[in-house]
């Protein structure tokens, strides 16, 4: 699989993060998507990793932080991933996210779990992990679309100087000597685990990539989004976020986004569950 997914120059594109075992937050974007689908002929669907890896907690043990209640479900997640991208061939995408590398030879992330990557393996058991990985091998590491929008899982704090250096990247994590060097690693440590990236180093980011704005997630925003600078803003889909603010990114493939101050609320940025919220969306910058 490329690193560097290239999107199309035309149609929609729906755009989501950090679902992090949400079935039902996996299901309602993909109703979305499948309604603009058949409405257009021409949606594209995006996710930007990190659809596994939730918290195993009753209702009562649920700290209020962590938003909106769920039980984890990511093999589920998985599942449901894989069959609708076999229901609409090339038109659902998906990047690796810090949770995913874990299964791929990166890091085992321990945000609800000693070892999360373990203790999912565990519960599918060995048939079904191996098919979870082959699932997983599929996703980019970033996408890019002619409309001037890049997609990672992380901020584009990433020091690279072309497209090549994404796709030249080793997943693999034979390279580290330790868990905590994927940290320092120039290209995937970046790309995978960076929260915030400076102005300039998005602007050189983004410019490798011949792109104009960065739409991430990774760090949860209560308020669903949040634009930094003219080029960057983090989305929250569902993870961490209570139902009236979750919010996915639509864009029109055919037209040009200088910055994401083009991007606004009620056009491009959408609430994921809109009878919650009527657009009540407290987004910065």
């Known amino acids: 699989m490329a690193k560097v997914l290239r999107l199309p120059d035309r149609g929609r594109l729906l755009v989501c993060t950090d679902l992090q075992g949400c079935l039902r937050d996996f299901e309602r974007i993909a109703e979305l998507f499948v309604q603009a689908h058949d409405e257009h002929k021409d949606a594209h669907l995006l996710f930007t990793g990190d659809l596994i890896h939730g918290p195993h907690l009753e209702e009562e043990e649920w700290p209020e932080f962590l938003g ?9 997640v998985i599942t449901a991933y894989e069959a ?4 609409y061939p090339g038109r659902v995408h998906a990047l690796v996210g810090n949770h995913e590398h874990g299964h791929m030879g990166g890091p085992h992330t321990a945000k609800f779990a000693a070892d999360e990557v373990v203790l999912l393996e565990r519960l599918l058991g060995a048939a079904e992990s191996r098919r979870m990985r082959q699932i997983l091998d599929t996703f980019a ?25 994404i796709e030249q990247a080793d997943l693999s994590g034979q390279s580290y000597g330790s868990p ?6 120039p290209v995937v440590g970046k790309i995978l685990w960076a929260r915030s990236a400076a102005p300039a180093e998005a602007r050189r980011f983004l410019r ?5 704005v960065s739409i991430y997630g990774h760090d949860v925003i209560p308020e669903g989004f949040e634009r930094i600078g003219d080029e960057q803003m983090v989305v929250s889909t569902s993870f961490g976020v209570f139902d009236a603010n979750k919010v996915y990114v639509q864009l029109d493939l055919g037209t040009r986004y200088r910055t994401v ?4 609320v009620g056009r491009e940025i959408l609430p994921l569950y809109p009878t919650h919220s009527p657009l009540r969306l407290g987004g910065h910058g």
């Open 68 to 76: 909106e209640y769920y039980r984890d479900a990511s093999g589920a």
């Open 261 to 264: 101050h083009d991007l606004r």
């Open 180 to 185: 905590l060097e994927v940290l320092d690693t």
């Open 208 to 212: 490798a990539l011949g792109g104009t």
């Open 141 to 165: 590491l970033a996408a890019i679309a002619p409309c001037g929008a890049v997609f990672t899982h992380g901020a584009p704090a990433a020091r690279i100087d072309s497209v090549r250096d």
């Open 84 to 87: 609708l991208a076999a229901a």
